[in-house]
T-cell receptor, first 113, second 112 residues
Framework: EAQVTQNPRYLITVTGKKLTVTCSQN?????MSWYRQDPGLGLRQIYY???????DKGDVPEGYKVSRKEKRNFPLILESPSPNQTSLYFC????????????FGDGTRLSIL | GDSVTQMEGPVTLSEEAFLTINCTYT??????LFWYVQYPGEGLQLLLK?????DKGSNKGFEATYRKETTSFHLEKGSVQVSDSAVYFC???????????FGKGTKLSVKP
């Protein structure tokens, strides 16, 4: 089954404790992206990757890092999480950038205390 | 920059009522347009898409037509069901970042 898998689905942690949210897709997609969803703001892009070893900032990259060492994986790293990063996060992928629909994971709800 | 504006919710309808959720966009060039649906506790699923002017996307009884002259992509369904209760997002793509630009979402509740 074609899917985007995120882990964990839920996480409660404390300020400053490094965490990683994993994302993996099994569709051999070139393009991957991270979004955060906040009430009243919709979804905003954090980082994206057009292919292996190619990553770039989206609209709200501050406080986040990513890497793309393999085509299927695109982890999101919070080196020193803060309460304003409490949000619902989605990973997405598509065959390539631009006009094609993106496939979304089920989301990761992070709470930073 | 590119942007999407969709009607504020929540929208509450009775089963079998007609649904319209308005969506307008601002974009340079010729973006693709999408409607995504988010059911409670789940990720976003593509509902329908249109890639050029006058295209009509349709799926599960929902329809939307890409109107370049009015820069709109309104979502419609003739007879909603309780199972259609969800949050609906209008989005466009085609920018240099390859990202989707989303509207803020419209929550639909359908009562039996």
């Amino acid at each position: 089954e074609a899917q985007v898998t995120q882990n964990p689905r839920y996480l409660i942690t404390v300020t400053g404790k490094k965490l990683t949210v994993t994302c993996s897709q099994n569709m051999n997609h070139e393009y991957m992206s991270w979004y955060r969803q906040d009430p009243g703001l919709g979804l905003r892009q954090i980082y994206y990757s057009m292919n292996v070893e190619v990553t770039d900032k989206g609209d709200v990259p501050e406080g986040y890092k990513v890497s793309r060492k393999e085509k299927r994986n695109f982890p999101l790293i919070l080196e020193s999480p803060s309460p304003n990063q409490t949000s619902l996060y989605f990973c997405a992928s598509s065959p390539r950038e631009g006009r094609e629909p993106q496939h979304f994971g089920d989301g990761t709800r992070l709470s930073i205390l | 920059g590119d942007s999407v504006t969709q009607m504020e919710g929540p929208v509450t309808l009775s089963e079998e009522a007609f649904l319209t959720i308005n969506c307008t966009y601002t974009a340079t060039g010729y973006p693709s347009l999408f409607w995504y649906v988010q059911y409670p506790g789940e990720g976003l699923q593509l509902l329908l898409k249109a890639t050029k002017a006058d295209d009509k996307g349709s799926n599960k009884g929902f329809e939307a037509t890409y109107r370049k002259e009015t820069t709109s992509f309104h979502l419609e369904k003739g007879s909603v069901q309780v199972s259609d209760s969800a949050v609906y997002f209008c989005a466009l793509s085609g920018g240099s970042q390859g990202n989707l630009i989303f509207g803020k979402g419209t929550k639909l509740s359908v009562k039996p």
